[in-house]
Structure formats: C-alpha cells, structure tokens
C-alpha cells in the first residue's frame, strides 16, 4: 500500500513540476521530479539520455532501472529524443492529420491515441495509472521510435 501511495505521489509530482519544464533543453529529474537547467549528469538509456538533477539520483536509476523506466521512457519523449509514431496502448499507425486526433495531456506532454477505445480507456484512469499505461516499456516499445538526427 506504501509503495502505490509514493509511486503516485513521485508521479504527481513530477506531473506538476515538469509543467514548468519550458525549454525542450529542460528535463525533469525522473528520480527527484525537479527541473533540471542545463543538465550535465546524465546516463545512456534506450540510445539516448536520461539526465539527473544529481549524481545520487543516477546512480539510483542505474540501480533500479525497471523502477524508473517508465519516467525515464517519459524524459526521452518530452525532450525529443524518442518521437510517437504509434499508438502506445495498441501499436496501430496513427492517421495523418485526423481531423479529431485523440489526444492525451500528461505532464504537459500530448500522447496521441489511435480510437475512441484507448481514448476511453485512458480516460478512466487516474494519473499514475495512466502515466503507466503510456511510457511503461511495453507502451513505450509500441509508440515510439528514437528521433532522426
């Protein structure tokens, strides 16, 4: 029961603070949910980079990185380093240009679902749940692919 209620708060919170992130250069510590300016602590995940507010909090992630996979799923994405190409809860292709795209906001980041379903579904859920269900690493293999250089 502890473990749900600090895995929710560690995802409101980084929900709250990465709304703050402004600048694409800007990355929210998956560990500690500060902003991070200009980070330079950093460890390669997925091809990319998964950047720390400090040496502690990578050194945490390293440790545990099915823990935090999710929220590191979440910085490759929200700092452009992995782009959605692929609904993350089916794998389906996406239309081009729908005329109602379903989109879902988390974190200040717009996930683009693939039907009404995975719209509904989404919907239900509460944060955490969700948060999961788009950048676990199952969701994350389905939806997104490393951006082109």
């Known amino acids: 029961m502890s473990k749900i209620l600090i895995n929710s708060i560690s995802v409101f919170f980084l929900f709250s603070v990465s709304a703050f992130a402004s600048d694409e250069k800007d990355a ?3 560990i500690s949910g500060e902003v991070i300016k200009n980070a330079t602590t950093k460890t390669e995940f997925k091809k990319g980079s998964v950047y720390f507010c400090t040496e502690s909090c990578k050194l945490d992630f390293t440790k ?3 823990k ?3 929220k590191g799923n979440f910085q490759l994405a929200s700092t452009g380093q992995y782009v959605q190409e692929n609904c993350p809860v089916t794998g389906r292709k996406l239309k081009k240009n729908p ?3 379903k989109i879902v906001s988390i974190s200040a980041k717009d996930v683009e679902l693939c039907c009404g ?3 509904k579904k989404a919907s239900k859920m509460k944060d955490a749940e969700k948060f999961e269900l788009l950048f676990s690493d199952k969701s994350f293999k389905k939806g997104f692919k ?3 250089k």
Do not use: E, I, R, T
């Open 117 to 119: 379903g995975c719209m």
């Open 28 to 30: 929210v510590c998956p």
């Open 68 to 70: 935090y996979a999710s």
């Open 146 to 148: 490393l951006a082109s």
């Open 64 to 66: 545990n990185v099915k």
């Open 99 to 101: 005329k109602k795209p």
